[in-house]
Each structure stands twice: as structure tokens, then as C-alpha cells.
């Protein structure tokens, strides 16, 4: 065996030139086989039913990849230039018009077994996410569908989004047979989760023990694969993963900003037992719609990879003696005095608060043929016919009315480096740690590292240092009620470097004396082994590196998330927000200890649709779907500040939901694509 290939789905034969369309026809399976094309690992078929005529196309996939391209041309005789020149009033008169001609979805071929364990296929209807069919379209479109499907292959309705789900809550499931894309795909074997190529030795561990018996011998030209991989897993070629976890969980988060291939593959155990994989040298590739493992004959030369030689620079930390600060005075430019993760959140009250952000640039960005997404905007925010002026000010106020910003105070880098210059010891350790990385003296760092650590912890902080502390807390937040002690150092949140999950939070602390202590430890964070190594390894020098900490009240949380203003496993979508979400805080989502709900909503044509129930088992209630939209469109508004030139780079949002049922952004940060 000299290879072993893990496609996502198995490609249709080779389609031939010639266009072979059929209107008309009755589909059988070979029919289907023949003029289908492979989507997300599954043959597919794209159907147009014309209502005026009575009849249906079955379209030729490589020769028509758009419904609406064919619907122009060979339907109605319109030209792609002036399909493009009209393309969204198009859309509508076909996605969204109550009275509409045509029905547009897609037919694709699955499999599950009988109750002898053979396999069966089946088909699934359904039409795009965006498509705003009623109960009697669908209704309608099913049963024009099951006429003329071989009856001897089941064809269930997959409803596109949330709205079609709630219009089929009033027609039988026995008229209109129905599965929903969590119970479609909530058990796929296979899923890609960040896209890339490596090459490197596989190594392969069915426990967490056999795991960190072998830990220290990982290198940068292993592939580790394991059920779940840790949060503190060091800097490799690619992870695998053969448990489910999500696209936002810490290791993928990790994988997207180290720009390597990551991958649910549940059955890798049996595939790398048969073809004795562990410990080979490989080829491993993700993309959307493959996932593949390629044995080398030969051991490979390889270069170490480019972020062996990169060196990120960052911009020099100001430690005059500056006050700590309430949240809401800071801005984005105070991230070299109070770290990234402040910093933002002070940008984040000003652009709540202040309402001169203009929050619609990411649709001002051209689509083509479009020459931008403002009239989307519009209609998302109910205002269809307003100017510049208006849109502005409304996507402004929808921000401020569906979110707000954490209350809180930041203390500056200043208070850390005071503390740390107090103490002989702490200095002394420090230029021992110095020389080590200097020296790449990797045997000693790691004592070095945990010595430091212990003593961050336990050197009394100096008076001045102590009195700062206390005394910028209102009395509210001094008066003994449960504080969260979170970091926000100056290297985190990098093009190229996230530190997601390196650094540490606290998130039960009461009184004075707790909250010193969580100080001191979020403190200790930045000399923890991992991040040490991390760092040195982006070429982030120790002497730029330092750790501001943002206090906050602890708000009890119905439901908390992470959403991300893009779709990670396509980055090509312009249209999708990602969100995750849990009941409780956020923080069970993105540490991986429960499988969160998982949503998609577009926020240019509207509509949202549940891609996993997670450990919940259940969906939430239409109108806390509803405002998870409302949160998603806030975090695609948000973009257009923090997204960087025309917007285009997504953004990473921890929230939560309180008891009260509001809305408030724990931290805002850019997702490293």
C-alpha cells in the first residue's frame, strides 16, 4: 500500500463538454449520477421548477453552476450583462418573491443503513440559505419533486434556514418528509475545519496519556493526531482530530492563525490502523471538500517553515507611570500602555457610545457584479430606500440598542513592570530566562519558566503598587461582589501570533486579597512555559513583552458564545457570521469543554440556519434565534471599524447573554485567517 486518500466524498464521473441539461424527465439514480457534481462530499444535483410551464430542469452541473445564469439564458433569453447589470431585483423575483415563477433548489444523494446494516440512498431537497419559500411553496416544491423522483429512492426536505423551519411547523411530516441539517450532517466522519497543506511525520494517540508521555518529543514536522487536542499543544505541521470539536474551538483558533491544516476525521483510528500510518511521513491536505492523507515512499527534505524565520516586531510598550483607567476612557491607541484586549474594549464603548463610527463600510465593499451591499444593509436594518447619511446613522444606533460594552478597569503594563523591578529575585530570574532563550537552551527553559512562575505569584506587591490596584475600583466593584480578572498583554492578538488560550483569566475572585492574587497570577501567565515558547519562537522579544489586566463585575450569563464574522471552513464567503454558543459563559465554548450550539447566519439576504446542537441536544426557541441574528449582523456592523483597510479582515467576538436577556461583547479581537 503506498497510499491511503481520506476524500470528504467520492467525485461524479468525468462530465464531457457537450451540455446535458434535461427538462422534463423523471430522475432516476443513474440519471442523477450522470449529471451530478460533488458539494460539501455529496453528489448533487441542481433543480429549476417552472411553475408556469409544468415542468422542471434538471441542470448539467459542470455546464450551469448557477441557477440564476441558467434561468437568464435559457429560460428568458436575458444576457449575463444584463442579468449582472439587475442581479439583486433578479434574486429576489426568484429567492423571495411570495408569487414567484420558479423554484430553484438542490437534490443530493446521501446514504444510511436498513435495519440489516445495508447501505441505502436517499435524496435530500432543498433550496439556497437565502430563499424565503412559504409553507405551501415548500409544500409545493416537495411534492413536485416526489412525483417525478423514482419512488423506490426516499427524498426527505431539508429546510434551507430558520424561517422555512418555522413554516413547516403546520405541515405534516407524513405530506412532507423532513430532516434538518444538524441531523444530516451533525455525525459527518469527516470535516474539514482549517484549510491548508502540510507535510510532515503523523503521529497518531488514541488517549490524553499517550499523549503527554510523548509531548516533549513533538516537533515542528509532526502532524499530531488525537481525539481532542490540548489547548497547550505546541507549534506543529497540522492537528487531527477523531472526536468532534468546533471550527471555534482554541486548537482550531490556533491552526488558523499558524496558517495549518486542521480536521475532524472520526474513523482515522481504523484507517491508521490498516494501512500503518502512525509514525509515517505523510502529505496531509485539507480544503472544503477534501480531507486526504498521501504516504511518502521516502523520507522528505524539508525546510523548517517560514514562521521559524519570521520575527514579529512589536511596537515599544510605554511604562511611564500612568494610572489605571476605567474602560471606557481607553482607545485603540492605548494598547501599548494596557495591552490589546483593553484597548479594544475602550475603542468598542467609544464606537457604542459616540455614534460617528461608521459602522457600514464592509458593505460598501464591491461584490461583483455588484458594485456594493448597501442595499442589503438597508433591508436588514428595515430602512430600504434611505441615503448614505441615514444608513449610517441607523446601523449605528441597531449596534448600540442590540450590544453593549463591558464596564470595567484596565491596569497598565506600568503596575506590572513596577512590580517586577521591586523584586531582586524576580530580576535575577528573568535574566536567567533571557540567557536560556538567547543561549535556545530548550532543556532549561522550561524549570526556568515554572521557578518564575511560583515567585510571580508569591512576591509581596510593593504599597504604591497595591494602593493603585484598590483604589481605581468604584466601590461597587470593591465592596466584595465576584470580580473576573482577565489579561491583556501587548503580545496577543497579532497578525500571525493569536495567543488564544495562552494567557490566563480568573474568573471567581472576592475582596481585595483574591483579587491580588489574580493580579499576580494573570501575571505569571506571560512567563508560563508555553507562552515563553511561543513567543520566542515568532521572534517576540521577553524584554517588549508585557501583561496589562482588565478587572471586571462578574455578570451572570443565560448564554454565552463566540462568534466569528466570517465562515471558517469557506473563506470565500462574504456572507456568513459563525457563532457558537453554550448555556453559561463563553468561556466553555472556546476552552472546548462542552460541543456548543453552531449557527450560521448571512447577513446580506437575512436568514440563519442551526449547523449543530452540541451537548445540548435541543435548539433554542425561535426568538433567541432571532436575536442571535441581531448579534451576528452587530458583529458583521462591527467589522467595518475594527476590520482594518475596507474592512475585509473578520473579527473574533466573545460574548454573553445576561439574565436580563442583554447582550455584552467580553472581548473583540481580529480572527486570524
Not at 3 to 28: H, M, Y
Not at 270 to 289: A, F, M, P, S, T
Not at 569 to 590: H, I, K, M, Q
Not at 616 to 641: F, I, K, Y
Request: contains cysteine.
Amino acid at each position: 500500500m503506498t497510499t491511503a486518500v481520506l476524500p470528504a466524498g467520492t467525485p461524479g464521473p468525468a462530465t464531457p463538454a457537450a451540455d446535458r441539461t434535461v427538462i422534463g424527465e423523471n430522475l432516476s439514480l443513474p440519471l442523477f449520477r450522470t449529471l451530478s457534481g460533488v458539494l460539501a462530499g455529496h453528489p448533487y444535483l441542481k433543480v429549476v421548477v417552472d411553475r408556469a410551464e409544468d415542468t422542471w430542469h434538471l441542470l448539467d452541473t459542470e455546464a450551469h453552476p448557477f441557477h440564476v445564469n441558467y434561468i437568464a439564458t435559457r429560460i428568458l433569453g436575458i444576457s449575463l450583462e444584463t442579468l449582472d447589470a439587475c442581479l439583486d431585483a433578479f434574486n429576489a423575483s426568484v429567492y423571495m418573491d411570495p408569487e414567484r415563477r420558479f423554484l430553484l433548489g438542490v437534490l443530493s444523494l446521501h446514504t444510511d443503513e436498513d435495519a440489516e446494516g445495508r447501505e441505502r440512498p436517499f435524496l435530500v431537497l432543498e433550496t439556497t440559505e437565502a430563499d424565503t419559500m412559504h409553507g405551501a411553496l415548500l409544500d409545493e416544491f416537495y411534492t413536485f419533486a416526489r412525483h417525478r423522483v423514482d419512488g423506490r429512492l426516499p427524498l426527505l426536505l431539508k429546510p434551507a434556514n430558520h424561517g422555512q423551519e418555522h413554516e413547516l411547523i403546520a405541515i405534516s411530516d407524513l405530506r412532507v418528509p423532513r430532516i434538518l441539517s444538524h441531523e444530516l450532517f451533525g455525525n459527518r466522519t469527516r470535516t474539514p475545519l482549517n484549510p491548508g497543506e502540510a507535510v510532515g511525520r503523523l503521529r497518531h494517540f488514541r488517549t490524553s496519556e499517550e499523549y503527554a508521555a510523548a509531548a516533549g518529543t513533538l516537533g515542528w514536522s509532526d502532524i499530531v493526531a488525537m481525539p481532542c487536542l490540548p489547548d497547550d499543544v505546541p507549534r506543529v505541521a497540522g492537528f487531527l482530530n477523531t472526536a468532534p470539536i468546533t471550527p471555534l474551538s482554541h486548537t482550531n483558533v490556533l491552526a488558523s492563525g499558524w496558517g495549518i491544516p486542521n480536521a475532524i476525521v472520526r474513523d482515522l483510528d481504523r484507517i491508521v490502523e490498516r494501512h500503518g500510518l502512525d509514525g509515517r511521513w505523510i502529505r496531509y491536505r485539507v480544503q472544503d471538500d477534501e480531507i486526504s492523507l498521501v504516504p511518502l515512499a521516502d523520507t522528505p527534505t524539508l525546510q523548517a517553515p517560514l514562521w521559524h524565520q519570521q520575527r514579529i516586531r512589536l511596537e515599544q510598550p510605554l511604562l511611564e507611570d500612568v494610572p489605571a483607567q476605567s474602560l471606557h476612557l481607553l482607545r485603540r491607541a492605548d494598547q501599548d500602555r494596557y495591552g490589546t484586549k483593553a484597548a479594544n474594549l475602550g475603542e468598542l464603548h467609544h464606537v457604542l457610545a459616540g455614534r460617528t463610527a461608521d459602522l457600514t463600510a464592509y458593505y460598501g465593499q464591491p461584490r461583483p457584479p455588484r458594485q456594493d451591499l448597501y442595499g442589503h444593509l438597508a433591508a436588514r436594518l428595515g430602512i430600504p430606500d434611505a441615503n448614505a447619511g441615514e444608513l449610517r446613522r441607523a446601523a449605528a444606533a441597531f449596534a448600540a440598542r442590540t450590544v453593549s460594552a463591558p464596564e470595567g478597569i484596565a491596569l497598565p503594563f506600568a503596575l506590572q513592570h513596577r512590580f517586577l523591578t521591586s523584586s531582586p529575585a524576580l530580576q535575577q530570574g528573568i535574566g536567567k530566562l533571557k540567557m536560556a532563550l538567547e543561549l535556545d537552551a530548550v532543556d532549561v527553559l522550561d524549570p526556568l519558566c515554572l521557578h518564575l512562575q511560583q515567585l510571580v505569584r508569591n512576591t509581596p506587591l510593593p504599597d504604591d503598587v497595591t494602593r493603585q490596584i484598590t483604589q481605581a475600583l468604584p466601590p461597587g466593584l470593591a465592596s466584595g461582589m465576584r470580580l473576573v480578572v482577565r489579561s491583556s498583554s501587548n503580545a496577543e492578538d497579532l497578525p500571525g501570533f493569536s495567543a488564544a488560550g495562552v494567557y490566563d483569566s480568573v474568573t471567581t475572585v472576592h475582596g481585595a486579597a483574591e483579587l491580588l492574587d489574580a493580579v499576580r497570577q494573570v501575571w505569571a501567565s506571560l512567563l508560563s512555559p508555553r507562552s515563553v515558547r511561543l513567543r520566542h519562537q515568532a521572534g517576540i522579544s521577553l524584554d517588549d513583552t508585557y501583561m496589562g489586566v482588565i478587572i471586571q463585575r462578574y455578570a451572570p450569563a443565560g448564554l454565552g458564545g463566540v462568534l466569528v464574522t466570517c465562515d471558517p471552513t469557506r473563506r470565500a464567503d462574504f456572507r456568513n457570521v459563525y457563532l457558537n454558543c453554550s448555556p453559561g459563559s463563553p468561556e466553555s465554548v472556546v476552552d472546548g469543554t462542552t460541543l456548543p450550539l453552531q449557527y450560521l447566519y448571512n447577513t446580506v439576504e437575512g436568514g440563519g440556519r442551526t449547523v449543530a446542537l452540541g451537548s445540548c441536544g435541543e435548539d433554542l426557541p425561535d426568538a433567541t434565534r432571532n436575536r442571535l441574528a441581531d448579534l451576528a449582523l452587530t458583529g458583521r456592523l462591527l467589522q467595518s471599524h475594527f476590520g482594518g483597510a475596507d474592512a475585509a479582515d473578520p473579527l473574533d467576538i466573545e460574548w454573553l447573554m445576561t439574565d436580563q436577556g442583554d447582550f455584552r461583547l467580553v472581548q473583540i479581537r481580529p480572527y486570524a485567517l
